[in-house]
């Protein structure tokens, strides 16, 4: 049973197009984000989401908007896709604590990745 | 912000040992992680250090010193299905960056017969 599970696991589109990319994780976890791997395979957070409220949103282009329909879900919608948004991009899921020093989290753990190849 | 360096490629023979190293300068901190990656595959938590010492899991270890700003993560008796690249990364401190993760690029280790 797969614990991050996001579709599709390749996706090959043109240029100016709009696609999705869904992510549903039952782990139990309230924390949910969006990282984007490029060629030089660095891991880099776009998105993170708890409990379906947007709290991290680092510097990503605003034709990327992800949606929480509840905390088991994130899903990615990109619009007028472009030649550098070719990436894999991977969901991920943690679970938020209470310490005495803030919110921290679990350790995160990966969708199986999807590969995006803009042509 | 963070900067993460840890070597681009290691090659070890079966049944070495190996040790990546990992050097970080961060504005806060609140633990290292190590992930492995196999090509085309997920990244999979492998240890978690937050304070100094070593962390031992069975063919795997990580040390961290906090003051050094630095990490390595140890395989021992080295087998075939190590080879994959190995992600060091730092969570930032607790206060408003809920676990957001800064990753290293990665250290491909190459296992050899």
């Known amino acids: 049973d797969t614990a991050v599970s996001q579709t599709p696991k390749y996706l090959v589109t043109q240029m100016g197009n709009d696609k999705s990319i869904k992510c549903e994780q039952n782990l139990g976890h309230d924390t949910m984000y969006w990282y984007k791997q490029d060629s030089k395979k660095f891991l880099k957070i776009m998105f993170s989401?708890?409990?379906?409220?947007?709290?991290i949103n680092e510097t990503v282009p605003n034709r990327f908007s992800p949606k929480s329909p509840d905390k088991a879900h994130l899903n990615l919608h990109i619009n007028s896709l472009e030649l550098g948004d070719s990436a894999v991009y991977f969901c991920?899921?943690?679970?938020?604590?209470?310490?005495?020093?803030?919110?921290?989290?679990?350790?995160?753990?990966f969708g199986q990745g999807t590969r995006l190849t803009v042509v | 912000g963070q900067n993460i360096d840890q070597p681009t490629e290691m090659t070890a023979t079966e049944g070495a040992i190996v040790q990546i190293n990992c050097t970080y300068q961060?504005?806060?901190?609140?633990?290292l992680f190590w992930y492995q990656q196999h090509a085309g595959e997920a990244p999979t938590f492998l240890s978690y250090?937050?304070?100094?010492g070593l962390e031992e899991k069975g063919r795997f270890s990580s040390f961290l010193s906090r003051s050094k700003g630095y990490s390595y993560l140890l395989l021992k008796e080295l087998q075939m299905k190590d080879s994959a690249s190995y992600l060091c990364a730092v969570r930032e401190e607790t206060t408003d960056s809920w676990g957001k993760l800064q990753f290293g690029a990665g250290t491909q280790v190459v296992v050899t017969p």
């Open positions: 961060t504005s806060g901190f609140n633990g």
């Open positions: 989401y708890n409990n379906k409220e947007l709290i």
């Open positions: 991920a899921s943690s679970q938020a604590r209470l310490t005495g020093g803030g919110i921290t989290t679990t350790e995160a753990f």
């Open positions: 250090n937050v304070l100094d």
